[in-house]
């Protein structure tokens, strides 16, 4: 997420999802308290919350 561009952000939570994720637990989503302590942009995390959600 952090060197990637912003359209590419979907296809790797996804890839992330459809890997980790199940009905009963797997994969928890979250962003950094200090996102730009590692870089993240607000474009990027905007982008990943709703593809988590979808």
């Given at each position: 997420m952090v060197r990637g561009m912003a359209d590419e952000v979907p296809a790797q939570a996804r890839k992330l999802?459809?890997?980790?994720?199940?009905?009963y637990g797997g994969c928890i989503a979250q962003w950094y308290a200090s996102p730009q302590a590692v870089e993240h942009d607000p474009e990027k995390i905007e982008t990943m919350s709703q593809e988590f959600v979808n």
């Open positions: 999802i459809d890997r980790v994720g199940c009905d």
